[in-house]
Structures are given as structure tokens and as C-alpha cells.
């Protein structure tokens, strides 16, 4: 059975930084594609990041493009989402996501953790 | 404002059918990229609905269907029930801006 946990989130000040983890098991990790997708507090989903299967080749969206970085450890099947100068308009929670192998989408999710950015 | 655009919110009484509606433009839907769709129920992760426009996961009841024609989606659940009452989103690939979701649609069982 897949699942996905992720861990690290929390509160930081507003131009600070974080990491989150993304624990996978029960498939071979190395083989998938990996992303983040985050959801506001009371909005709605929003692709943050993805990594390739190898993770040779990582992809951002323009709103934490600079800021945010992706990567992954397929020794130790764990995806990580490093995110500095961050926002307050980043405050969300965070969800790993495991890619389909066929199409674009997303076959399973993680349970999420809270990012808060305040003072 | 969303890439891709879903009615806020719909509503059916149980046993009826519902449509969702998801509307794109020739840089996503209309691009040929596909259309897929999202179950959140309160409180939970998201989950997989269909994927590839038109296809079920195992376990997903054939209760529910999609249908992609030109730039727009669709999202068709028939039979309703009291356990359906979720926000759905749908999302593709858009040649622009990468990977893009709908707003959201909150579905409410009266």
C-alpha cells in the first residue's frame, strides 16, 4: 500500500526558512515522479513544485520560483521541499504527491502538514 | 483567478445528477493535454477521481464519469448521495504555466 507522509511543517517568520520532508513507501520510489501541491488556508489547490523520477529535472511555479527547492533522495525514498524568504502568502498546507505514470496527475497524496508565515 | 475556470458551487438532492464544469483555453484542455479530477472531502487530502479525462481509479464507483470536447471538462455524477458532498477540482497541464488547477467547485447533497 502507497503512502506518503510529510513532515516538518510549522511556524516561521515572515523572509525565514523551512524544510519539508515527504516519506514514501510501498512503491519503488525511484521510478515516479514526485510534486508538492499546497492549499491555502479556506482556498484552493495550487501546483507548487515537481522533481523527475532520477530528479535530474525539477519545475516550479512562478510564485516560489527563486525562493523554493526541490529534491529528492531515492537511497532513502524521501522527497523534500526546502523553502527560504518565505511570505506570508505562502502559508498553506503542504501536500507530497506521488505523479501517475501515464498522465499528468497525482494517484496519491500525502495527509499534508501547515506551513504558517507570520510574526 | 484560476487557469482553469469551475463554478464555486453546485448542489443536487440525493439520487439526482450533477454536472461540473471545467473550462480551459487552447493552452491546456484545448492543447490536447487531459483533464483530470480530484475528490476533497472536509478535512482530507485530496483524492484521485479520474484521471485521463474520461478514466476511473480502482475502487472509484462508476457512479462517477468525465468527459473532456474542445477546451472544457466535465465532471457527471449520477445517483447522488449524502457521502458525495466534497469540493472537486479538476486540473491538467498547461503548455504556459505548467501543471494548473481549477478553483474548485464545493458540491452540497441537499
Known amino acids: 500500500e502507497v503512502h506518503l507522509v510529510e513532515s516538518g511543517g510549522g511556524l516561521v517568520q515572515p523572509g525565514g526558512s523551512l524544510r519539508l520532508s515527504c516519506a514514501a513507501s510501498?512503491?519503488?520510489?525511484?521510478?515516479?515522479?514526485m510534486t508538492w501541491v499546497r492549499q491555502a488556508p479556506g482556498k484552493g489547490l495550487e501546483w507548487v513544485s515537481g522533481v523527475s523520477a532520477s530528479g535530474g529535472y525539477t519545475y516550479y511555479a512562478d510564485s516560489v520560483k527563486g525562493r523554493f527547492t526541490i529534491s529528492r533522495d531515492n537511497s532513502k525514498n524521501t522527497l523534500y521541499l526546502q523553502m527560504d524568504s518565505q511570505r506570508a502568502e505562502d502559508t498553506a498546507i503542504y501536500y507530497c504527491?506521488?505523479?501517475?505514470?501515464?498522465?499528468?496527475?497525482?494517484?496519491?497524496w500525502g495527509q499534508g502538514t501547515l506551513v504558517t508565515v507570520s510574526s | 483567478q484560476s487557469v482553469l475556470t469551475q463554478p464555486p458551487s453546485v448542489s443536487g438532492a440525493p439520487g439526482q445528477r450533477v454536472t461540473i464544469s471545467c473550462t480551459g483555453s487552447?493552452?491546456?484542455?484545448?492543447?490536447?493535454?487531459?483533464a483530470h479530477w480530484y475528490q476533497q472531502l472536509p478535512g482530507t487530502a485530496p483524492k484521485l477521481l479520474i484521471y485521463g479525462n474520461n478514466n476511473r481509479p480502482s475502487g472509484v464507483p462508476d457512479r462517477f464519469s468525465g468527459s473532456k470536447s474542445g477546451t472544457s471538462a466535465s465532471l457527471a455524477i449520477t445517483g447522488l448521495q449524502a457521502e458525495d458532498e466534497a469540493d472537486y477540482y479538476c486540473q491538467s497541464y498547461d503548455s504556459r504555466l505548467t501543471v494548473v488547477f481549477g478553483g474548485g467547485t464545493k458540491l452540497t447533497v441537499l
Open positions: 510501498g512503491f519503488t520510489f525511484s521510478d515516479y515522479a
Open positions: 504527491a506521488k505523479d501517475c505514470s501515464s498522465t499528468s496527475c497525482y494517484n496519491y
Open positions: 487552447t493552452s491546456n484542455i484545448g492543447a490536447g493535454y487531459d
